[in-house]
């Protein structure tokens, strides 16, 4: 069945450092591929996406390739702020499960 | 557009009593689904809405939930008797039909913890 393995955290950064948060996948077929950021005390907002084999989805600074084959989907920010502090969640789906898949969510602090 | 709600927030019960979550999902959303995190572990998914039928209530731990979507707006999930496992974070997500694998959009979560 389809499956997302996260970086486990936590993981401590000074600002404007390099962020790196690995996140791999095992699926049947062809899915979409997410990342979803809570901010502490709120809920899951989507970061990014792609639907397909070498899309790169972007916001906010984050970027993430969807590589098919690495079955891969790391995200990465150049230069990460305080405000970047959230927990990150890798997630898939497809067009057959009802379902979202998530990992386990990596806890990012950034300190000033 | 108000984003998708859920209620309560927080919520505290002893070892047997029941509690009941709702969700409001954005409206003209047919599609609604309950995940669960459990201790920092993974987000997992509970079932799935299609307008007021269960599409997929595979992930649903045992007989002691129940989850229902009247007349195919709002959904609850009821817990009834709450186990000390049944504690973690609920969450509630909707999409638009036939877009469920293209984005969910979640709600703030309720946090229940059962002592």
């Known amino acids: 069945g389809n499956s997302v393995t996260q970086m486990e955290g936590p993981v401590t950064l000074s600002e404007e450092a390099f962020l790196t948060i690995n996140c791999t996948y095992t699926?049947?077929?062809?899915?979409?591929l997410f990342w979803y950021v809570q901010y502490p005390g709120e809920g899951l907002q989507l970061l990014l996406k792609?639907?397909?084999?070498?899309d790169k989805g972007s916001n906010k600074g984050f970027e993430a390739t969807y590589r098919k084959e690495t079955t891969s989907f790391h995200l990465e920010k150049g230069s990460v702020q305080v405000s970047d502090s959230a927990v990150y969640f890798c997630?898939?789906?497809?067009?057959?499960?009802?379902?979202?898949?998530f990992g386990a969510g990596t806890r990012l602090t950034v300190k000033p | 557009e108000a984003g998708v709600t859920q209620f309560p927030s927080h919520s505290v019960i002893e070892k047997g009593q029941t509690v009941t979550l709702r969700c409001d999902p954005i409206?003209?959303?047919?599609?609604l689904y309950w995940y669960r995190r459990v201790m920092g572990k993974e987000i997992k998914f509970l079932l799935h809405?299609?307008?007021?039928?269960?599409?997929?209530e595979s992930g649903m731990p045992n007989n002691r939930f129940l989850a229902e979507r009247t007349g195919g707006t709002y959904s609850t999930l009821k817990v009834q008797p709450a186990e000390l496992e049944d504690s973690g974070v609920y969450f509630c997500?909707?999409?638009?039909?036939?877009?469920?694998?293209?984005?969910?959009?979640f709600g703030p979560g309720t946090r229940l913890t059962v002592l």
């Open positions: 997500a909707s999409s638009p039909l036939g877009q469920g694998y293209n984005e969910q959009f």
């Open positions: 699926a049947t077929g062809y899915p979409s």
């Open positions: 792609a639907t397909k084999a070498d």
């Open positions: 997630a898939l789906s497809d067009h057959y499960a009802n379902d979202m898949r």
């Open positions: 409206s003209g959303h047919d599609n």
């Open positions: 809405f299609v307008k007021e039928s269960k599409q997929d």
